[in-house]
């Protein structure tokens, strides 16, 4: 079988300015100034503002002559009714664009604010591709972690509690204006966290290579992320300290995310996002359990290209395609549990019970439209049930 090339087309290809490295953080504030910041709303987590980073961040905000306000309220898989209460920060302090320092949550969360700044309305209401026509206030996010590829994506991804589940919303808009990544703040991040972010590179990696939207640009930036990532993940776990291994993970969530956004994802993230507003697990965890069977789903189609992706880890390529890919979830899984990811959803909090209502979540969520194999209901509550 030989992976047939993207169909020919007009290509776009959307990422923000990025400004990466070592000390990268210094220039953050400069940034948020070169882009007519005034009264930046500075939204975080209480985890990050309890960081060196955040202070560092405040006194280089100070230093160009800006006045920010703060809103640190955000909570992993971020709520609707947190980015109400950040935005309604916003609009009582004047302020006039957002930095976002902190993992992808908080970036999620302060694209939530920009997009109700500019068009009004609950932030529930815009699910779906699109919906925020008009154009956003000015974003410079800083990730803190190596994982979401949220800083350079178009998704925001924000949990809905009434329903228990999270909605998608996706528009180029969303794009922040400048990322700025610097490795050094991943060696104050928990060793599990670091597990979970890079499992979702991962996820980002093997997605958008199958995506039907994929592109050659994509093809590239996702096989050499997944490379880096096999690498270099279990180094950081293992030792988050470890220089090399941090740049590497640096580099591989941006260019796993400049991959996934231009390409789209699967039915991995379209079955991980109501998993994550149920039962408030995380992302990452979550995509690590479901990845390996929906790789074996979707091999059906598209073998041929989870070849190329067990050849860009070292991975034999030896036997039919289907065989290889079988082998590829069989990695997956190992490289999971050698990180301290779970084995199944049901550690996660996932019952059969929740299979149903899980299904019809998943099915109508944005990522399911660019998986290269179409389920149905039926078939995705069997691949829950597979993972429990």
Same mark, same amino acid.
């Given at each position: 079988?030989?992976?047939?090339?993207?169909?020919?087309?007009?290509?776009?290809?959307?990422?923000?300015?990025?400004? +990466?490295?070592?000390?990268?953080?210094?220039?953050?504030?400069?940034?948020?100034?070169?882009?007519?910041?005034?009264?930046?709303?500075?939204?975080?987590?209480?985890?990050?503002?309890?960081?060196?980073?955040?202070?560092?961040?405040?006194?280089?905000?100070?230093?160009?002559?800006?006045?920010?306000?703060?809103?640190?309220? %955000? !909570?992993?898989?971020?709520?609707?009714?947190?980015?109400?209460?950040?935005?309604?920060?916003?609009?009582?302090?004047?302020?006039?664009?957002i930095i976002a320092l902190g993992g992808g949550s908080v970036i999620d969360a302060a694209k939530g604010v920009a997009i109700i700044a500019s068009n009004g309305g609950?932030?529930?209401?815009?699910?779906? $591709?699109?919906?925020?026509?008009?154009?956003?206030?000015?974003?410079?996010?800083?990730?803190?972690?190596?994982?979401?590829?949220?800083?350079? !994506?178009?998704?925001? $991804?924000?949990?809905?509690?009434?329903?228990?589940?999270? +909605?998608?919303? +996706?528009?180029?808009?969303?794009?922040?204006?400048?990322?700025?990544?610097?490795?050094?703040?991943? @060696?104050?991040?928990?060793?599990?966290?670091?597990?979970?972010?890079?499992?979702?590179?991962?996820?980002?990696?093997?997605?958008?290579?199958? !995506?039907?939207?994929?592109?050659?640009?994509?093809?590239?930036?996702?096989?050499?992320? +997944?490379?880096?990532?096999?690498?270099?993940?279990?180094?950081?776990?293992?030792?988050?300290?470890?220089?090399?291994?941090? %740049?590497?993970?640096?580099?591989?969530?941006?260019?796993?995310?400049?991959?996934?956004?231009?390409?789209?994802?699967?039915?991995?993230?379209?079955?991980?996002?109501?998993?994550?507003?149920?039962?408030?697990?995380?992302?990452?965890? $979550?995509? !690590?359990?479901?990845?390996?069977?929906?790789?074996?789903?979707?091999?059906?189609?598209?073998?041929?290209?989870?070849?190329?992706?067990?050849?860009?880890?070292?991975?034999?390529?030896?036997?039919?395609?289907?065989?290889?890919?079988?082998?590829?979830?069989?990695?997956?899984?190992?490289? @999971?549990?050698? $990180?301290?990811?779970?084995?199944?959803?049901?550690?996660?909090?996932?019952?059969?019970?929740?299979?149903?209502?899980?299904?019809?979540?998943?099915?109508?969520?944005?990522?399911?439209?660019?998986?290269?194999?179409?389920?149905?209901?039926?078939?995705?509550?069997?691949?829950?049930?597979?993972?429990?």
């Amino acid at each position: 079988m030989t992976r047939s090339s993207p169909s020919p087309r007009v290509v776009k290809f959307h990422a923000p300015e990025m400004i +990466i490295g070592e000390g990268a953080l210094a220039e953050a504030a400069l940034a948020a100034s070169r882009l007519g910041m005034r009264r930046p709303l500075l939204v975080s987590d209480a985890r990050v503002a309890a960081t060196a980073w955040f202070d560092e961040l405040i006194t280089r905000i100070a230093a160009v002559g800006l006045h920010a306000k703060h809103f640190t309220g %955000v !909570s992993p898989n971020p709520r609707a009714g947190e980015i109400t209460a950040a935005f309604e920060t916003y609009t009582h302090a004047g302020c006039d664009g957002i930095i976002a320092l902190g993992g992808g949550s908080v970036i999620d969360a302060a694209k939530g604010v920009a997009i109700i700044a500019s068009n009004g309305g609950h932030i529930l209401e815009y699910e779906g $591709i699109d919906r925020a026509s008009k154009p956003l206030p000015p974003v410079v996010a800083i990730p803190t972690t190596a994982g979401s590829g949220s800083d350079v !994506s178009q998704f925001c $991804i924000v949990n809905d509690p009434a329903r228990a589940t999270k +909605i998608t919303i +996706i528009g180029r808009g969303l794009v922040p204006d400048v990322t700025v990544v610097d490795p050094r703040v991943l @060696a104050t991040v928990p060793s599990d966290v670091t597990a979970q972010c890079g499992m979702d590179v991962l996820t980002h990696c093997i997605e958008a290579y199958v !995506s039907i939207a994929r592109s050659r640009m994509t093809d590239n930036l996702a096989l050499q992320s +997944i490379s880096t990532t096999w690498r270099n993940l279990e180094r950081l776990v293992d030792e988050p300290s470890d220089p090399q291994a941090s %740049v590497a993970m640096a580099y591989a969530s941006l260019e796993a995310g400049m991959a996934f956004t231009n390409a789209i994802l699967g039915a991995a993230h379209a079955m991980s996002h109501p998993v994550g507003g149920r039962c408030d697990a995380p992302h990452g965890a $979550i995509n !690590s359990v479901l990845l390996p069977h929906v790789i074996r789903y979707n091999a059906h189609v598209c073998a041929d290209g989870f070849v190329d992706l067990a050849g860009a880890i070292g991975i034999a390529t030896d036997g039919s395609p289907m065989t290889v890919a079988d082998r590829l979830a069989d990695e997956v899984a190992k490289f @999971a549990a050698r $990180i301290g990811m779970p084995s199944s959803l049901t550690p996660l909090g996932v019952q059969k019970s929740d299979v149903t209502t899980l299904s019809v979540h998943a099915l109508a969520d944005s990522c399911m439209t660019t998986n290269p194999r179409q389920p149905d209901q039926d078939t995705v509550a069997g691949l829950y049930l597979d993972a429990l």
